[in-house]
């Protein structure tokens, strides 16, 4: 019976593949065969390229020539996987997914459904939380699975890097299927301790099949490169000469979007992949990645677990992930089916301040978590997110982030009917010891991270090692094996002098906002969608606080001289008049302030002289407020805002005005502001800001 299944897979493996001479790697098979013949629950830890998507595909479709229903497919990665779900095509495996971006055929695919005419559904972990999906799909079909797959495994464990808490109502739900029903959770980055999670949480029975996480063709190299100017030119110099198309890596998107038009100056056809574009957009990159039309994308985690392109050339890392389990997963990418590959992990000075804040935002603060329960508690009628937005000062990204929280632990203390939040007779407790436990693992892995940058054994070794390879070997092909630079980590001046101007130039528009919020600006009588002839003009910032080009002069500036510099003064002119703002301006005033009353003034009123145009400092801050930077959401912005300033007339007030502050976050200074001097007659007002805040740093 056994041979004749392998016999049988091994056909479909080739046809799915389009290859005659395939063959199965180790232990895909075997894992097929568990699932056929014991029925089991199988952890499969292996590295990324193995092929665990063949795995589930062909396990489903000899499971369905048996008469076995329908496989659901746990995953995040619905996005990516288009090409696996092109191979499972060709052995006949009909796939349909439901998510948020098909409403429109769920009604289709769930007729399908029901009339067994589909072999797997694809689904995210957060569609689980949808009701209507729960009721009306998930219900039905829950007696009539014939194989349960979760895809990135480790998202279920809250020791994870990638913990996602929708992942926890899988096990409740796999507590209510019936036992005899097959489970194939798979991953390539859980070390032990994640393992021991995710097998306390889906059954002592739960079987590990693990190999060996090496990567034959990567050849890795560090080097650290404190600045940006100098990382760029090394990018520009270097790129062009490695092999194929790649990958590069950033931290925030703001990098990856400035590093890809860095390369378009230098000629290097680059793109910026990040999570908020549309899928669409998404689509069409990795298509031209897929298809070597670009040299690279330049991209956030958006585009890490998941995307396959077996031919990968390169994956370059632009700043340090912060951990190795990240760093393992994004540079496996790349020579999954070539014999040469590259894996360069540049390393630069805000490193580590990127990594703090993210480890520093991952959960949120207790005081934070009783406040939003302190509001549901005490709402009789229950609550929106938008009035507990009013009731306390926290940003709704925080909300939301503690209202699921909340609502996945069990028994619940709150629950969400329609747009509104309930309380419910819980005596709920917050697990302070293990967020502290998990805080220091990140704390620890970060450090290992910055360990992995000065190692002075085997690249490859280390890094199976921290992931438990339980046989780390020596790869023989790193820069620290041979011995040298695979790539030479000096560059030319001149390149390095164009990436300085080019951050000199990386200026930040300033988009206009289009709506007041509800009930924020009473004082004022702002309310509704904010009229043509209130609003902003899209303005421009000179910088990222903090940041390479002229973003560290900015903080020297404020919080060191109290007076910004003459070349900040002379950068803004010429920002302005590349920018060439029509009609152009004819008057200059800025945003008061009752802390440091001088600082933007006499900064305008230069900025003025330069530029031929009298600075008139007619907004009048004439009550105190709250800094901005203490407020989280939009409505405490614009409230704390609320009948704080008014404006004087001048004769020359109804010409175009630049309007001037240093810092530039929620833009609803900016926006209040324009409002009012538009009010009191001005012409079209144009926000100019020194810095933009990066990373939640600001005034």
């Known amino acids: 019976m056994a041979s004749i299944l392998k016999d049988k897979a091994l056909l479909l493996l080739r046809q799915a593949l389009n290859n005659p001479k395939a063959d199965f790697r180790d232990g895909q098979w075997e894992a097929i065969e568990d699932l056929l013949l014991n029925k089991s629950r199988l952890l499969v830890v292996q590295r990324t390229g193995w092929g665990k998507s063949l795995v589930y595909f062909l396990a489903t479709r000899l499971l369905r020539d048996q008469g076995a229903g329908c496989t659901l497919l746990i995953s995040p990665l619905l996005a990516l996987m288009r090409n696996q779900i092109t191979a499972a095509k ?23 459904l029901l009339a067994n005419q589909v072999d797997i559904l694809l689904i995210s972990p957060e569609r689980l939380a949808n009701e209507e999906f729960r009721e009306n799909i998930l219900l039905p079909l829950s007696q009539k699975i014939g194989l349960f797959v979760v895809d990135e495994a480790h998202c279920i464990s809250d020791w994870g890097h990638d913990f996602r808490p929708d992942y926890r109502r899988i096990v409740r739900i796999l507590q209510a299927l019936p036992q005899n029903i097959p489970v194939l959770t798979t991953t390539a980055t859980a070390n032990n301790r994640v393992v021991d999670d995710i097998k306390a949480q889906l059954g002592s029975n739960l079987r590990v099949s693990r190999g060996d996480l090496t990567r034959k063709s990567l050849h890795l190299q560090n080097i650290y490169l404190p600045s940006q100017a100098a990382r760029l030119a090394w990018l520009a110099q270097y790129l062009p000469k490695l092999p194929g198309s790649g990958i590069i890596y950033t931290l925030t998107v703001r990098d990856s979007q400035r590093v890809a038009d860095w390369l378009k100056t230098q000629g290097i056809s680059a793109k910026a992949y990040y999570g908020d574009l549309d899928t669409e957009v998404r689509i069409a990159l990795e298509d031209e990645l897929l298809n070597n039309e670009i040299k690279a994308l330049v991209a956030t985690t958006a585009l890490s677990m998941g995307f396959d392109k077996p031919d990968l050339g390169f994956v370059i890392h632009y700043q340090r992930p912060g951990s190795v389990v990240h760093y393992y997963q994004q540079v496996g990418r790349a020579g999954r089916a070539v014999e040469t590959a590259y894996g360069i992990l540049l390393s630069g000075d805000e490193d580590e301040e990127i990594t703090n804040y993210f480890i520093n935002t991952a959960f949120p603060p207790q005081r934070h978590t009783k406040q939003v329960l302190a509001v549901i508690n005490s709402a009789k009628n229950g609550i929106s997110v938008n009035q507990i937005e009013q009731q306390i000062n926290l940003a709704q990204g925080q909300i939301n982030k503690i209202l699921k929280l ?19 007779p819980v005596n709920y407790q917050i697990d302070h010891q293990k967020i502290e436990e998990i805080t220091q693992i990140r704390r620890h892995e970060q450090q290992r991270m910055a360990d992995y940058m000065q190692s002075q054994q085997c690249l490859m070794a280390f890094l199976a090692a921290e992931l438990d390879d339980p046989n780390p070997e020596e790869c023989g092909k790193c820069a620290v094996c041979l011995g040298k630079p695979l790539l030479s980590e000096t560059f030319a001046d001149e390149l390095v002098n164009q990436a300085i101007l080019y951050l000199r130039r990386s200026n930040q528009i300033i988009e206009p906002r289009k709506k007041w919020i509800k009930e924020s600006l009473l004082t004022y009588g702002f309310s509704g969608n904010i009229k043509d002839n209130l609003k902003a003009e899209a303005g421009r910032t000179l910088s990222l606080w903090g940041d390479a080009g002229w973003g560290k002069l900015v903080q020297q500036g404020k919080y060191q001289d109290n007076h910004f510099d003459d070349a900040l003064v002379q950068a803004t002119v010429e920002m302005i008049q590349r920018w060439k703002p029509q009609p152009f301006p004819t008057w200059v005033t800025c945003v008061p302030s009752l802390n440091r009353p001088e600082l933007v003034p006499n900064f305008a009123q230069r900025l003025a002289d330069k530029l031929g145009l009298p600075f008139k400092p007619i907004v009048r801050k004439i009550r105190p407020t709250q ?29 175009n005005v630049l309007l001037i502050d240093d810092m530039v976050d929620s833009r609803w200074t900016f926006t209040v502001i324009a409002a009012l001097l538009r009010n009191a007659g001005s012409g079209l007002v144009y926000p100019v800001a020194l810095a933009l805040n990066s990373l939640g740093q600001s005034d």
């Open 90 to 112: 060709h052995i006949g495996v009909k796939a349909e997914t439901i998510n948020s971006s098909n409403t429109d055929n769920w009604k289709l695919v769930e007729t399908k």
């Open 406 to 424: 909340l609502s996945l632990e069990f028994p619940t203390p709150v629950t969400k009917i329609d747009s509104k939040w309930y309380a419910n």
């Open 627 to 655: 800094l901005q930077k203490k407020m989280s959401n939009s409505y405490q912005q614009a409230h704390n805002l609320d009948g704080s300033f008014a404006i004087d007339y001048w004769e020359g007030m109804s010409g």
